[in-house]
Nanobody, 114 residues
Framework: VQLQASGGGLVQAGGSLRLSCAASESIFTINPMRWYRQAPGKQREFVASVSSGGRTNYADSVQGRFTISRGNVRNTVYLQMNSLTSEDTAVYYC?????????WGKGTLVTVSS
C-alpha cells in the first residue's frame, strides 16, 4: 500500500487548509486511515482517524476544528483543518493499517503564521 499526502502550505492563523491522502488501493481495505503530525522538536502525534465504517476519532487538540473524511473517490481521505493556530505547524503524515502492517506516506508540511 502506498500513501501520498498533499495539500500542505503556508496559511495565516485562523485560516483553513485541506489535506488529501491518496492511497494506491481502496481505503475500505485499509482500516483505519489516520492522520498524524510531527512538529519541530516534538514526537509524532495522532491527529485523527476514520474507520472503514465511517467512525471518526480526534485528538483533543483538534476536536471541533479538524474533520477527517473519505472522498467520493474510493482511495482518498481528507483532513479539513479550520481555525488553524501556530500550534498546528507540523509535517502531516497519512497512515493506514492493514493485515497487521502500518503504512506511512511521505508527509506534507503545514506552516501557520501568527
Amino acid at each position: 500500500v502506498q500513501l501520498q499526502a498533499s495539500g500542505g502550505g503556508l496559511v495565516q492563523a485562523g485560516g483553513s487548509l485541506r489535506l488529501s491522502c491518496a492511497a494506491s488501493e481502496s481505503i475500505f481495505t485499509i482500516n483505519p486511515m489516520r492522520w498524524y503530525r510531527q512538529a519541530p522538536g516534538k514526537q509524532r502525534e495522532f491527529v485523527a482517524s476514520v474507520s472503514s465504517g465511517g467512525r471518526t476519532n480526534y485528538a483533543d487538540s483538534v476536536q471541533g476544528r479538524f474533520t477527517i473524511s473519505r472522498g467520493n473517490v474510493r482511495n482518498t481521505v481528507y483532513l479539513q483543518m479550520n481555525s488553524l493556530t501556530s500550534e498546528d505547524t507540523a509535517v502531516y503524515y497519512c497512515n493506514g493499517f492493514r493485515d497487521g502492517t502500518n503504512y506511512w506516506g511521505k508527509g506534507t508540511l503545514v506552516t501557520v503564521s501568527s
